[in-house]
């Protein structure tokens, strides 16, 4: 399938990224994506704060800066109040005034499904670019944010999720990726990618599949919700997490330390999580140590080798 292009599409469909780049002059180029999805909480008001996040944090791991955004909404008109509606937007309007982007619009259709999310347009210097691909020999990667959302999210919809796992899930998938990308600014970060449905191994393997580097994974440094270690224990892995893991796992070599519900986790889908940061290995403890400033549990979980070329080793 051929698809339109020209000279000034600097990312477009031919790559695995987060979103498409078009360069409009020399110093600018503009980020845009869009995200929509199902409710995963049961608030209409966080439903919208997720929802927007989620979106906003394309344009994040790009290197980017989102200044406008547009509302996506299918709502079941005949089968839901409209204060369901007001809350969901209500929700995204306020963290999109959190992340200082502008509403410019949107479009609505009657579904017998609920979904909202955003298309959303940043801004970007051309050469300042971040993509997945750009991986360097001997780079580590930190991990923003912890692994377990999607588990818990199962947990929930099965009545099993303790109320205090429910708060910290949801206000965590609200949080933004704005200040991981504020503080990665300042380092030599060579590239970068959220984690989000594919989980952090199916993210990982866009990064380097058909490369000329191989990525080591240290399972026990990787950040994850307590709770959804004791979750997947009890078999509440979502369908998503052995779909992410049939169609990776060919590149996967699993050490065998490595125990069953850790690796149902790594390959969890995860809503609105952490941006994976590849940067050179002198800078990654600083980095690290800014990250941690700003109250983020992140962590260093892995390193860019050379050998075995395309594959993912988890240790």
Not at 96 to 104: G, I, P, Q, S
Request: negative net charge; charged residues 20%; aromatic residues 8%.
């Amino acid at each position: 399938m051929e698809f339109p292009t020209d000279s000034n599409l600097i990312v477009g469909m031919d790559s695995m990224d987060d979103a498409g780049v078009y360069k409009i002059t020399d110093d600018i180029a503009i980020i845009q994506t869009v995200d929509f999805f199902t409710p995963i909480v049961d608030d209409p008001y966080w439903f919208g704060q997720i929802a927007a996040a989620n979106a906003l944090s394309d344009v994040y791991a790009m290197g980017g800066v989102p200044k406008t955004a547009m509302n996506i909404v299918c709502f079941p008109i005949d089968q839901m109040d409209i204060s369901i509606l007001r809350g969901i937007i209500q929700g995204g309007i306020d963290k999109m005034k959190e992340a200082d982007v502008v509403l410019a619009g949107g479009h609505s259709v009657e579904d017998k499904e609920l979904k909202y999310g955003l298309s959303v347009t940043g801004f970007i210097h051309p050469d300042r670019i971040l993509t997945k691909r750009n991986l360097k020999f001997g780079d580590r990667l930190i991990l923003t944010k912890p692994l377990g959302t999607g588990i818990i999210n199962t947990a929930i919809k099965g009545g099993l999720a303790s109320g205090e796992a429910i708060k910290f899930v949801t206000h965590f998938m609200a949080a933004l990726n704005r200040d991981a990308a504020q503080v990665m600014e300042g380092f030599p970060v060579n590239a970068c990618t959220d984690i989000t449905g594919f989980g952090l191994i199916g993210h990982v393997a866009e990064m380097v599949v058909d490369s000329d580097f191989g990525i080591d994974l240290w399972s026990e440094k990787i950040p994850i919700i307590p709770e959804a270690v004791n979750y997947a224990a009890m078999g509440l892995v979502p369908a998503g997490a052995y779909k992410n893991r049939e169609f990776r796992e060919c590149m996967v070599n699993i050490f065998p330390s490595v125990k069953q519900t850790v690796l149902d986790i790594l390959y969890d889908p995860q809503t609105s999580g952490g941006l994976l940061i590849c940067v050179d290995s002198k800078s990654a403890d600083d980095l690290l140590i800014r990250l941690k400033n700003k109250g983020m549990n992140a962590a260093i979980i892995g390193e860019v080798l050379s050998e075995p070329k395309g594959r993912i080793a988890v240790r």
